[in-house]
């Protein structure tokens, strides 16, 4: 629950420039997408599903998350503007948003299957990310190392979920 909660501020945050820079109607409809999605999830998870929520295992706090990420951003970013500080922020919530699933994960010991295909999923794509930032830079030159370390810190914190899920899996 508070891991796809810390995902849809992510994506708030990230694409606050929908008012501000229109690039093409397909990436318009896809960030407005992203945020949607997030929020559905978010309210399936607290109100239509309900009954399947573990609230009492769910007690990581995100404050310790989100204010960190929110001065790091404030302290460490590309362009000192309010929209480069939150997109910032985003990709630097997005590197840790992950930890309360995976407290709650090895607080109670097990998970349930489609939750670890979920965490696998989301690893690769991290591990995925972090092999186009390699492609660009070779290809274009381009080196962004915000985004190469936060997702490096992902990357990291997806190891002992990875171990476990692939070794389980055996």
Known sequence: GKS???????FTARYL???TNFISLYNTCMKIVYIGCSYATVWMI????????????DTFRIEFLAIPTAILAFLVNHDFTPLEIMWTFSIYLESVAILPQLFMVSKTGEAET???????SLGMYRTLYLL????????????DLIAIVAGIVQSILYCDFFYLYITKGQ
Do not use: C, M, P
């Open 46 to 57: 607290y109100s239509k599903f309900k009954a399947t929520y573990d609230g009492n295992h």
């Open 114 to 120: 489609i939750t670890s295909h979920y965490l696998f």
């Open 17 to 19: 420039d929908l008012f």
């Open 132 to 143: 186009n930032w390699i492609f660009r830079y070779y290809s274009e030159g381009f080196f």
């Open 4 to 10: 796809q909660l810390l995902f849809a501020v992510v």
